[in-house]
């Protein structure tokens, strides 16, 4: 199994450009989520999904939209990119649980000029 | 508003002695308190956890101690290994509906030889 996997690994955008972030899980997880990671911050949730075709808002989600029309895939946009959003991207997933372990990608790092 | 708060931001410790990372929490509604270990260049991995249910839980070296009325818990490390040198992130969950992580800001753990 490949767990958690993450397209692309390392991006360069200009600002007001657009992309597209993809999160693939083979594990049947019905939770996903997208982090960022800024130094000094930790993680903070940008967007989770709980199952197919719903999704949610986090703590900082302005300036991201995402989508989840299939259970194994979550979808980050940047609809047009700022600087501010330059960053290490990374998503993971859950199985349904109590507690549940969350699984995390190996990141995106994106950089905004 | 920072719901975990995590020190020290850094952390150097002498190969074989003991690392000790501490976290403070706001929300009582938190209840379960995973700590995640990240090597550069990777993804976060869960690394071990605990319930508010018991005070402190021990995975070999890891000890996770837990003041419910403090609203504390810490990281111990014993018998500290380079291969310890990592970032390590403290986090809470509570009852929201996709169980979502707040994750405190990261020790960067460097264990010298």
């Known amino acids: 199994n490949a767990g958690v996997t993450q397209t692309p690994k390392f991006r360069v955008l200009k600002t007001g450009q657009s992309m597209t972030l993809l999160c693939a899980q083979d594990?049947?997880?019905?939770?996903m989520y997208w982090y960022r990671q800024d130094p000094g911050m930790g993680l903070r949730l940008i967007h989770y999904?709980?199952?197919?075709?719903?999704?949610a808002k986090g703590e900082v989600p302005d300036g991201y939209n995402v989508s989840r029309l299939k259970k194994q895939n979550f979808l980050l946009g940047l609809e047009s990119a700022a600087p501010s959003q330059t960053s290490v991207y990374f998503c993971?997933?859950?199985?349904?649980?109590?507690?549940?372990?969350?699984?995390f990608g190996p990141g995106t790092r994106l950089t905004v000029l | 508003q920072q719901q975990v708060k995590q020190s020290p931001q850094s952390l150097i410790v002498q190969k074989g002695g003991i690392s000790i990372i501490n976290c403070a929490y706001e929300?009582?509604?938190?209840?379960?308190f995973p700590w995640y270990q990240q090597f550069p260049g990777k993804g976060p991995a869960l690394l071990i956890a605990?319930?508010?249910?018991?005070s402190e839980k021990k995975e070999g070296r890891f000890t996770i101690s837990f003041n419910k009325s403090a609203k504390q818990f810490s990281l111990h490390i014993m018998d500290s290994q380079p291969g310890d040198s990592a970032t390590y992130f403290c986090?809470?969950?509570?009852?929201?509906?996709?169980?979502?992580?707040?994750f405190g800001s990261g020790t960067q753990l460097t264990v010298l030889p």
């Open positions: 993971a997933s859950s199985y349904l649980g109590s507690y549940n372990e969350q699984f």
């Open positions: 594990m049947n997880h019905e939770y």
């Open positions: 999904s709980v199952g197919e075709g719903t999704t």
């Open positions: 929300n009582t509604a938190f209840d379960y």
């Open positions: 605990i319930r508010p249910d018991v």
């Open positions: 986090a809470a969950t509570g009852t929201g509906s996709a169980r979502q992580l707040t």
